[in-house]
């Protein structure tokens, strides 16, 4: 069994800064992509940034310069440093994975957490 956990949300100033952790736990054998999403109230969840097992990142255009995605692989976790907050930036964050659990489970399958709520507002 596979839990993602988030941690880290919370209520900032505009301006300010937080940075969200995601911690994979269970049974795993091997992890490949590790994203951050968000949804806002009344919007669609919309994808924030993801990262590979190498480093590669990408962003979304609302996010590049302020936020950054990065990850442990020795500890299973994610993290998304978000600088300069707006209050746009308010939502539900979430982290997903794709994971293997087992050395003979055939292929990767996508998990999700359960999200953390940041609001920015002064």
């Known amino acids: 069994q596979v839990q993602l956990v988030e941690s880290g949300g919370g209520l900032v100033q505009p301006g300010g800064s937080l940075t969200l952790s995601c911690v994979a736990s269970?049974?795993?054998?091997?992890?490949?992509?590790m994203s951050w999403w968000r949804q806002a109230p009344g919007k669609q969840r919309e994808l924030v940034a993801g990262?590979?097992?190498?480093?590669?990142?990408n962003y979304a255009d609302a996010v590049k310069g302020r936020f950054t995605i990065s990850r442990d692989n020795a500890k299973n976790t994610v993290y998304l440093q978000m600088n300069s907050l707006k209050p746009e930036d308010t939502a539900v964050y979430y982290c997903?994975?794709?994971?293997?659990?087992?050395?003979?489970?055939?292929?990767?399958?996508?998990?999700w957490g359960q999200g953390t709520q940041v609001t920015v507002s002064s």
């Open positions: 269970g049974t795993i054998s091997s992890i490949n992509n």
């Open positions: 990262t590979t097992t190498g480093g590669s990142t």
């Open positions: 997903t994975a794709k994971i293997k659990p087992t050395r003979d489970t055939n292929g990767y399958f996508e998990y």
